[in-house]
């Protein structure tokens, strides 16, 4: 008969046996990888194949979440380089939210939602007032969407580098009589 060796010590076990993660242990043998404590409670994790205790587990193996500077003991958000509890991913904005799965923007280390976002953030066009989240056309020190920057009389888009002004305003070439 083959005697049944330690996990830790690699000695015989000859009286009581503890099995977990595929080894046989003497029972004061089974100790936290970290502090070296026996591993006493009905549950611990294991790291690289070795017990480790539940209170080392959480403070040197989890992540701490951005939000609420907490240990996350359950599913982990990973955005902007950054770790997140499932429930603090939010906008940033005055929605509040949640933004897994969903798209975002980025402002100073915050998630916001596109309508959070365009609100407190883009860009507003000359032309219609709404925001600008795409190339802008820069002309009279504003900007514009494309298609909104146009002739003020005859409203054809103005395309080129040459336009004329009035009243602060561009006009085509063809109405400036240019």
Not at 33 to 45: A, L, Q, T, Y
Not at 107 to 132: H, L, M, T, V, W
Not at 167 to 177: H, R, S
Request: charged fraction near 25%; aromatic fraction near 8%; glycine fraction near 6%.
């Amino acid at each position: 008969m083959t005697d049944v060796v330690c996990g830790k010590c690699n000695n015989p076990i000859t009286q009581n046996i503890l099995t977990a993660l595929g080894k046989s242990w003497h029972p004061e043998h089974f100790v936290c990888k970290v502090c070296d404590r026996p591993i006493s409670e009905g549950s611990f994790n294991q790291k690289d194949g070795e017990p480790v205790c539940s209170g080392c587990y959480i403070s040197k193996y989890t992540d701490v979440c951005y939000a609420c500077k907490q240990h996350i003991l359950s599913k982990v958000i990973k955005a902007m380089d950054k770790t997140w509890h499932e429930e603090h991913f939010v906008c940033g904005g005055p929605c509040k939210k949640a933004l897994v799965g969903a798209s975002f923007y980025e402002r100073d280390g915050q998630p916001y939602c596109k309508d959070c976002f365009e609100a407190q953030f883009a860009s507003r066009c000359a032309g219609c007032s709404n925001a600008i989240l795409e190339k802008a056309v820069i002309a009279l020190d504003v900007k514009w969407h494309k298609d909104c920057f146009k002739c003020q009389k005859c409203k054809e888009p103005i395309s080129g580098n040459t336009f004329a002004v009035q009243d602060n305003k561009p006009l085509c070439t063809e109405c400036a009589g240019i």
